[in-house]
């Protein structure tokens, strides 16, 4: 079906599953450790050998000689692949043979990821040879026999060493509206200031791991993995086999944030250590390699220009973007939120990308959002400051009913800004902030209180599902959706029990498995809406095979209780079921509702803290976070989703920070060790508020996506609040207690 | 009384010496031989011929098939293969097998399964305590053992009075700091937590 006008009113309006906070049906598993992520299908995977990867060693370079004797040599020792031996595969450009077209501006074969292809290295920790043996132990002991010399080449390392060096990026072009220097220049009240965001590890707790096993010329693959198809496009394609030779199999992920989006040296190796070797083949990547080996958020260099009038109207927002990746690369957009979220007449947004040789640079969690509310959202803040304007009054002041670029004549389909931020100040107790900076204090703490506005684009995309209802009454609900944490098995099982009138313990949700009609996946905080929508209309055609059967033609049937019913008569779905069962199909569609509306999901951050006043350590002491976001499907793993974010917020403020060594090229800090993360001595208890709101123009089910809004604008909160306890206003993310120090405008007390 | 940062800082630091460590021993050429232990394995015994090399973690999960425990980075920064032994929490990936010959391992499967949960299980089930679950094990694991850790009067680095060991939402934050969930259910984890003391309590 395609969606292409608003939702009318339609049975999950019924509210009867969907919308009520539901426990995770997946939980019992989850909790009792039977959920089986992909390393771990034993019983598949009979006599599976164990692949250890070595990574490059070097920046930028090429491999000058490489000696494997002494591992092939070593005991248990059955494959060691390296360039020399490898097979032959297919780079981007290249798309599974026998596969339809790209889409327009799709690349084809875009997923590709060859592997062991040559002496050239592009990244430190690209792979450069796969060791195979009996046993885990006797394959990384061989690993380190394999030695490597390289020939290291001059890398460009320094994203502001090279930032002059950037051009337009091609998905990212200028806009530009009014006349933003002029308006700047005349504009009473002003701001100037850049900000910097360092590279950031996704570190999801389940490292990539992929096991493969051949039955003929088809290739299973257990693989960790966001979207089952694009896995199954990037493997078929770089194998140079057809796309329905290969099935991916993703049924729990062990978390994602992006990094699972793509395909890496892994699930290759395997498969095509597993076809030489004639048996299956699992590898999983290292803590410390996925650092380097794989993908992350890019750093960001970005000028903010902001010009107001004396009442806090913005005349002038200027946003400048650097940031650089692979040749290929995507840039990090992190000047996108910058177009939507306020008002103003004269505007100019800039994207240059430069060429790095780092590792590649991809998506994160709210790819572009994330960092470009970090600085937006304390420019904000500056410009509220220098105006003298409380900051959620400011944000008030510059609130728009339609897409500040194009005009009234495109409205947004929803847009609660403005409620998000009364409603948290009212529960946060904003009034109770002081705006100069170190007057509330707790002992030696400094406590200050900081905001931030929060918008994530709504992201609509193509998705199936297939259902059936058995004679036991059961709905079972196929697709490849895919669960990272997000709640699709949930809140599936929720939206196939509404449309059917079942228990929720009626309806049976089977995902991540490339043999279920082609689905969203999870990413960009499209899932639950779309991957809903697609069940939402197999749901619907299998009512009316339903009906058929039971020969209610009527239009006015209604299922409740495991029953349909229709003028006064009513039988069991069990019953019509029968031994056979019956089963649907359904799939939705985009049209240009996301083109007539601008869609987004809007919310604000209210953060506490309380930075010591002698050592600078900050403590996030409470957090709020009010949503705007659509219909809440379930909202218990919605506010989860706003925790996680919330706290990955809090991280990139405070602590996440890949460091690169520009001499060698790497990032040095590649473990849970260095690179920090929040545990739970960082995270207070967090409060979340979703406002009501349903969304006719997003979906049928009338939802967005709130796993992404969830960090957006978080860190910029919790900086404004840093400043409003010390004084400190500090631009290079994270807020380090070494950057406080020497900013601090406020004296120790012991 | 103000004070300098500089001068507060020198009150409370003072020099590590760094211990010098050594450089790579040469690699083996000839495999260990492998060694038979017994691991009692919630409840059972379990015969292995093992290399002695393999961590805990992987008997656990590439012998034994228990897969509950997970790994999450292989050397102790993450806790996703919390286990017990002897009833005290440990991080399984850096301990070997061999070390534990006889020895009483408790992992998540033999805490409780579906329908017959254990009381931390389910809470954590209750309260959203997870959401890719990957951490979930090791915490529910770790949670378990914490619990009884306070009870037994173990002190903390948050705890102020070391003859006083209470439970508090500080002492479990401070205390499971060695779990990772990267997902950031703490705030859940903690109330299910909670949940489960105060239902002992
Ligand atoms: S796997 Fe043992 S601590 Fe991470
Ligand atoms: S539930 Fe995903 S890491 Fe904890």
Known sequence: MKF????????????????????????????????????????????????????????????????????????????????????????????????PAPKKGEKPGRHNAPQLQGPAIKHFDQSVALVVAESFEQARAAAQLVHVSYAAAPGKFDLAAEKQHGTVPEDAPDSVVGDFDAAFAAAPTTVDVTYTTPDQAHSMMEPQASMARWDGDTLTLWTSHQIVHWAVDGVAGTLGIPTDKVRVISAYVGGGFGSKLMIYGDPIL????????????????????????????????????????????????????????????????????????????????????????????????????AVGLLALECAM??????????????????????????????????????????????????????????????????????????????????????????????????????????????????????????????????????????????????????????????????????????????????????????????????????????????????????????????????????????????????????????????????????????????????????????????FVNHDLAEYHVPVHADIPDMEVIFLDELDDKSSPIKAKGVGELGICGVGAAVANAVHNATGARIRDYPLTLDRIMAKITVPAVA | MPVTRRDAMMIGGAAVAAAATGGNAAVPHQPPAPVAITLRVNGKARRLSIDPRVTLLDALREHLHLTGTKKGCDHGQCGACTVTVEGRRINSCLSLAVMHHGDAIGTIEGLGRPGALHPMQAAFVAHDGFQCGYCTPGQICSAVAMLAEIRAGIPSHVTDDLMQVAFSDAEVRERMSGNICRCAAYPNIVAAIRDVQEAGA
């Open chain 1, 381 to 666: 803040d500056e410009l509220a400051e220098k105006l003298g304007i409380d900051p959620i009054e400011l944000r008030i002041r510059n609130d728009t009913r339609y897409d500040p670029e194009k005009g009234p004549e495109r409205p947004f389909s929803t847009r609660q800004l403005v409620e998000c931020l009364r409603t948290g100040a009212e529960r946060f107790g904003w009034s109770r902030r002081d705006p100069v900076p170190g007057k509330v204090r707790d002992g030696r703490w400094l406590i200050g209180y900081g905001v931030a506005a929060a918008i994530r684009n709504n992201l609509t995309v193509a998705s199936g599902a297939r259902v059936r209802l058995g004679g036991d009454g059961v709905l079972t609900i196929q697709t490849q959706m895919t669960d990272i944490g997000t709640g699709s098995y949930t809140i599936l099982a929720q939206i196939g029990a509404e449309m059917l009138g079942l228990p929720i313990d009626k309806v049976r949700v089977e995902l991540g498995d490339s043999s279920f009609p082609q689905a969203a996946g999870s990413g960009g905080s499209w899932g639950a809406n779309s991957s809903g929508a697609g069940l939402f209309y197999a749901c619907r055609n299998l009512r009316d095979a339903i009906a058929a059967k039971a020969g209610y033609n009527s239009t006015d049937v209604q299922f409740a209780d495991g029953r349909i019913s229709a003028n006064g008569h009513s039988r069991s779905l069990a019953e019509i079921a029968g031994h056979d069962g019956i089963a649907a199909e359904g799939k939705v569609e985009f049209g240009d509702l996301t083109k007539q509306y601008a869609q987004a999901a809007f919310g604000a951050h209210f953060a506490e803290v309380a930075v010591d006043s002698i050592t600078c350590e900050v403590r996030v002491r409470r957090m709020l976070s009010v949503c705007a976001a659509g219909r809440i499907i379930n909202p218990q793993t919605a506010r989860s989703q706003c925790l996680g974010g919330m706290a990955m917020g809090i991280g990139a403020a405070l602590m996440e920070d890949q460091i690169v060594d520009t001499r060698f090229g790497y």
């Open chain 1, 4 to 99: 292409e006008s608003p939702a009318g009113r339609n049975p999950i309006d019924q509210g009867r599953v969907v919308g009520v906070a539901q426990p995770r049906i997946d939980g019992p598993l989850k909790v009792s450790g039977l959920a089986p992520y992909s390393h771990e299908y034993h019983a598949e995977a009979p006599g599976v050998a164990y692949g250890v990867m070595l990574g490059a060693g070097i920046g930028k370079g090429r491999i000058t000689a490489i000696d494997t004797s002494a591992a092939e040599a070593a005991p248990g020792v059955l494959l060691v692949l390296t360039y020399k031996n490898a097979p032959r595969q297919f780079d981007i450009g290249h798309a599974p043979p026998g596969s």
């Open chain 1, 270 to 369: 395997a498969a095509l250590a597993a076809r030489q070797l004639g048996r299956p083949v699992k590898v999983a990547l290292t803590r410390p390699q996925i650092y380097n080996h794989t993908s992350h958020r890019p750093a960001t260099i970005q000028r903010l220009r902001l010009g107001a009038d004396s009442n806090g109207k913005l005349l002038a927002i200027g946003h400048d973007v650097w940031c650089g990746n692979q040749p290929g690369g995507e840039p990090e957009k992190a000047a996108d939120q910058t177009k939507l979220l306020y008002a103003g007449a004269n505007r100019l947004l800039r994207t240059r990308q430069t060429l790095l040789d780092l590792p590649l640079g991809a998506s994160m969690r709210a790819p572009g959002e």
